[in-house]
């Protein structure tokens, strides 16, 4: 099969023959010497033209390649202590709605390295860590603010200490707050906490949940949520601790309705053995044997009856 060339190609060659004309013309071309060899300033304007017209041929190609909408994974956001990080966080997204509006997406002001993000106010302590992004202005929020609390507690049933992030506040327009109470966001002090999704949505298992009626008007989502504010070392995350549980909707339901089939089964089962003990029974009774009584004791019964009867 002929390969298929496209439209510009075509005209390109054709810019190419008008700006070379063949010797084979009647014309003769002048002798320069070794002048002669060198390319005219028009034919670089062609070749310059020709590069740009690939360049803008092939890009859309590119662009075809590329998946629309995919959000960029950037580094985690670190918080310093005596230069130390003491507390590491990180999202594949991180996004607000109020009501109905229009949402807010935060990660590129959050997580960017060419933005910087104000975390001046955070506080890192042994047993207690505040993590505070300050974004300023954002649409018609003004000084936006996210706060995690988060603490670190022994357990003595464990033997060792758990971190766990409380609450997840939102405070804009100077005064006004919106708490979200975290559940079952929680991991040991020596590991990071991950969770693919951690937010205010029910769709989401929902582990942000509003601490009061203004915090309901809020949603919160958090993807590829990444966390981890005691027991820093080099920078960077320690093992994962994930917050995936067997016990999802979809696998309850699953196991519920496996119960099911096992106590129909059970009791398919226990009637089928019921009535095999019940012909067994049958043929136990079809094979029972009744001795016969002799003729002659028989006759002597019926003699005496006779004599009976007589008296």
């Known amino acids: 099969m002929a390969p298929k060339y496209p439209k510009h190609c075509c005209i390109l060659l054709t810019l190419l023959l008008f700006h070379h004309p063949s010797s084979s013309s009647g014309l003769e ?23 740009k017209l690939l360049q803008s041929a092939d890009t859309p190609r590119r662009k075809l390649l590329q998946t629309s909408g995919a959000a960029v994974s950037f580094p985690p956001l670190k918080v310093l202590s005596n230069g130390k990080p003491c507390i590491m966080f990180q999202a594949r997204k991180l996004s607000l709605r109020y009501e109905r509006q229009k949402q807010v997406d935060l990660t590129e002001r959050a997580f960017s390295p060419h933005k910087s993000m104000d975390t001046t106010q955070s506080v890192c302590r042994q047993d207690r860590a505040m993590l505070v992004m300050r974004f300023g202005d954002v649409d018609d929020l003004r000084g936006l603010s996210i706060r995690l609390q988060l603490s670190n507690t022994f357990y003595e049933a464990s033997g060792q200490w758990w971190f766990s992030v409380d609450s997840i506040s939102l405070l804009y327009n100077v005064s006004e707050e919106a708490v979200f109470n975290a559940s079952e966001v929680y991991a040991p002090s020596t590991s990071s906490y991950h969770c693919t999704h951690v937010s205010s949505l029910e769709r989401y298992s ?58 129909v089964l059970a009791y398919a089962l226990h009637l089928l053995v019921h009535l095999k003990h019940i012909e067994r029974d049958d043929e136990r009774k079809a094979h029972i044997y009744f001795p016969q009584i002799p003729e002659q004791s028989e006759h002597c019964c019926m003699e005496n009856i006779a004599d009976k009867d007589i008296a």
């Open 29 to 51: 071309p002048q002798r320069f010497g070794s002048a002669a060899a060198a390319p005219s300033p028009d034919s670089e304007e062609v070749a310059d033209q020709v590069v």
């Open 206 to 263: 929902a582990l942000l949940q509003p601490h009061s009626e203004h915090a309901r008007r809020w949603t919160i989502t958090f993807t590829d949520f990444q966390i981890q504010a005691f027991n820093v070392t080099s920078g960077r995350f320690s093992p994962v601790s994930d917050c995936t549980t067997f016990l999802t909707p979809a696998i309850l339901m699953g196991l519920v309705t496996s119960l099911i089939l096992l106590l």
